[in-house]
């Protein structure tokens, strides 16, 4: 009986510890079961899949309605996330495609509470005579051959007035296979069972005891040739898909970390703003002053990507550019909250 006691005891123990480090590294989603087994990469969350056109590498499902990162994640029938919109541009309607990776995706926030979401509400909440429409072809971890592929692919097809392509300085990094390799499907991880404290030791420690699930996109980082050409090649590929559409790009760094500031100089912003064909609107500064710590903008201890309150503050700097840069309808009005 003294050693059942003892068991109990140290598993109550380990219990305590492992909840307790669930909800600093997650926050109180991590108690709801759904939330928690959410927590886990792209890559083996059972969003994607691999892309009919092998350019596109792979793409988000269509019609899901599951958690992922602690929130409601839903895409149209189109497999974006985002509302339903007709591939026809509507009548009265100057139509923005937005292109990225897990910032542009909002990973961990709401859809109504990404950038260019919040864009889209400011735009059209005078109701205008020309409603301004932002769809959204984000998806995590997408680099410049998959951003380019699916601009190509499937975005034009809306028939945009102008392509926001953002970055942040991951984006530029991932390597361009090309010619495109297949995209294999991982399995499903279930990150509900796994043992976070642990885990977090051995990531801070930097043991390498415990694996971390699917590894991911190959990246150039190290090999800086590589990395200008894969550049060049991204500038010279969207400046011929701006001419032969007659559809502004603008490039927009996405950023609120000081020390992110030079990675995202080294993530491509001195060639890619070079071009004069091209918009370059960096936000960094706008956010980095805004007040607001880091730790305020992120969406918990464990993940920096941008929380609510980080991507309005993005969306304002935003929009104050695109007004600058004349890149909105002569006419259009904005309302923020």
Not at 58 to 64: A, G, K, N, T, W
Not at 65 to 71: C, S
Not at 132 to 137: A, P
Request: hydrophobic fraction near 40%; aromatic fraction near 10%.
């Amino acid at each position: 009986m003294h050693i059942l006691k003892s068991l109990l005891f140290i598993l109550a123990v380990i219990l305590v510890v492992e909840l307790s480090f669930r909800i600093y590294l997650y926050g109180p989603g991590a108690l709801h079961p759904g939330k928690m087994d959410s927590f886990t990469q792209v890559h083996d969350s059972g969003l994607v899949r691999a892309a009919g056109n092998p350019a596109v590498h792979y793409e988000l499902r269509q019609d899901l309605d599951v958690w992922y990162k602690g929130v409601k994640f839903r895409t149209n029938s189109a497999g974006l996330r985002d509302s339903e919109y007709s591939l026809e541009k509507p009548a009265n309607t100057f139509r923005i495609v937005v292109l990225g990776s897990s910032w542009t995706m909002g990973s961990g926030v709401d859809l109504d509470e990404i950038w260019h979401s919040k864009l889209e509400q400011w735009l059209n909440a005078d109701n205008a005579a020309k409603r301004v429409e932002l769809i959204n072809f984000g998806v995590d971890q997408y680099g410049f051959g998959e951003i380019i592929a699916t601009l190509e692919d499937k975005a034009l097809a809306y028939e945009p007035d102008l392509i926001l392509i953002a970055l942040t300085y991951f984006t530029p990094t991932v390597l361009w296979q090309d010619p495109p390799v297949p995209y294999v499907e991982a399995d499903r991880r279930h990150p509900l069972f796994d043992l976070h404290s642990a885990r977090f030791i051995d990531f801070r420690l930097q043991l390498g005891l415990m694996g971390t699930g699917h590894p991911g996109r190959n990246r150039v980082e190290g090999d800086e040739e590589l990395f200008k050409s894969q550049l060049h090649k991204a500038g010279d590929r969207l400046q011929t898909i701006s001419t032969d559409n007659h559809i502004p790009i603008a490039f927009v760094k996405l950023a609120y970390q000081p020390s992110w500031v030079q990675k995202g100089k080294s993530g491509g912003a001195e060639i890619l703003s070079s071009n004069p064909v091209f918009r370059y609107i960096d936000v960094t500064d706008r956010v980095k002053d805004s007040g607001y710590s880091p730790g305020k903008l992120s969406v918990s201890v464990w993940d920096s990507h941008p929380n609510a309150l980080g991507h309005k503050l993005m969306a304002k700097a935003i929009l104050e550019e695109l007004f600058a840069n004349d890149l909105l309808p002569e006419g259009t009005a904005a309302k923020l909250p």
